[in-house]
């Protein structure tokens, strides 16, 4: 069985600080999304990271994968309140495993202003 | 364009009852998957559907089942309800060897008295 390990489970911030959020496991992902989920909604795909040692970045957000493709971490800079919800990282295994994802627990992150 | 809906929103339900959740997947989407997300936990996997067939499953009991319409729209049942059934229910369509990303729906709560 595969597992992601996600860490930390909750963040509480002030605006205009940095944190990253990490997601680890044992097992190797042909791919690796980041969602982020708001109460009530579905998760909102926010990148997604297919190569080892690969980063992307989407204006204060920053995702790298790693080069064995077992971890990744997501890097939010100079954090603002709009930045709080759920984070949950996703991984794939590819081949017949298209489209079906091992979630992390999550990350709930609280940006206070 | 049009998104993932579910229906119906909120659905409350007694223990040994059985419940239909629908979800119309998103235009030029064939492939449909399942997730249930307990409160406070990241979402997992329940099932697929492509082409209108069960294609991978993830460690539910068989009293979960699901059908894929020639719309690839797609139906989750569950019979026998538990109290442990309760948890928010989500699909996601995605284009099967298209991008891997899937899009969600808003979701379906489902609680079970």
Known sequence: ?113 | ETGVTQSPTHLIKTRGQQVTLRCSSQSGHNTVSWYQQALGQGPQFIFQYYREEENGRGNFPPRFSGLQFPNYSSELNVNALELDDSALYLCASSLMGGPREQFFGPGTRLTVL
């Open chain 1, 1 to 113: 069985t595969q597992l992601l390990e996600q860490s930390p489970q909750f963040l509480s911030i002030q605006e205009g600080e940095n944190l990253t959020v990490y997601c680890n496991s044992s097992s190797v992902f042909s791919s690796l999304q980041w969602y982020r989920q708001e109460p009530g909604e579905g998760p909102v795909l926010l990148v997604t990271v297919v190569t080892g040692g690969e980063v992307k970045k989407l204006k204060r957000l920053t995702f790298q994968f790693g080069d064995a493709r077992k971890d990744s971490s997501l890097h939010i800079t100079a954090a603002q309140p709009g930045d709080t919800g759920l984070y949950l990282c996703a991984g794939e295994s590819g081949g017949t495993s298209y489209g079906k994802l091992t979630f992390g627990q999550g990350t709930i992150l609280t940006v206070h202003p």
